[in-house]
């Protein structure tokens, strides 16, 4: 469900957490609802690690988002999501455990250059170091916001039935608030890299600690299935 960000929006919507309108282009050659907000990001709908986002993903007008739209259509052999561009700040939030999730502290994705009025994270992005971002972990928020990017993920990590591990990508809109972008269930874990073994270290998990706290709910789940099998024998 995570990996179809369509469906993930449709869900996490459902529980109450914000997140930019969206149209689903199966073609690239569909009319946009009357009054679709621009600017717009198109991205493929089943794609990770930001695969398909590049700058020219953010688009301001239909004829734009049509274009791209049919690129990433014939590119990826999948529908594009078409989604209203979030201007605010960009996090990022782990959640390690099951019914009551450990939220990590956010990491803020800082866009340097300030003449690029439409940021986007970009596949670029993820495959190397850039001097055009960096990542600020823990972020720099207020407890309001800290509070408000906490239940988001709580909400969406629910939704979207996950466990033992995952990381929300939210961003703010124009009036501040935060809406959910999407979901990873299988974050990248290369130590010293990957976003999420960046957020643990902040909060003083090494990385042995951190793989340890992934694996032991699902410990517990097998061995509760073991004792559970030998009592019925």
């Not at 124009?174 to 270290?201: H, M």
Request: proline letters at 8%.
């Amino acid at each position: 469900m995570a990996l179809d960000k369509e469906l993930a929006k449709r869900l996490v919507a459902d529980v109450g957490v914000a997140t930019p309108p969206w149209f689903l282009a199966h073609s690239g050659r569909e009319r946009l609802p009357k009054g679709f907000p621009f600017p717009a990001i198109v991205k493929p709908v089943t794609e990770g690690s930001s695969k398909g986002v590049v700058p020219k993903s953010v688009v301001e007008n239909e004829a734009e988002a049509r274009a791209v739209a049919r690129e990433l259509v014939e590119r990826y052999k999948q529908p594009a999501l078409i989604e209203g561009y979030l201007p605010g700040r960009e996090f990022t939030v782990g959640l390690l455990g099951e019914r009551t999730p450990r939220v990590l502290p956010p990491m803020e994705i800082v866009f340097l250059d300030k003449r690029n009025k439409r940021p986007v994270y970009a596949f670029e992005h993820k495959q190397d170091w850039s001097k055009e971002l960096r990542y600020d972990t823990p972020a720099k928020v207020d407890a309001r916001l800290g509070r408000e990017l906490a239940r988001a993920a709580v909400a969406s990590f629910h939704a979207l039935g996950c466990r033992d591990v995952a990381r929300v990508d939210l961003r703010l809109d124009a009036e501040g608030r935060v809406n959910f972008v999407e979901l990873n269930p299988l974050p990248g874990l290369s130590p010293g890299w990957s976003d999420l073994c960046l957020i643990a270290a902040s909060a003083n998990l090494d990385y042995r600690a951190l793989i340890g706290r992934i694996l032991a709910p699902a410990i517990r789940r097998f061995r509760a299935n073991a004792a559970g099998a030998r009592t019925a024998r």
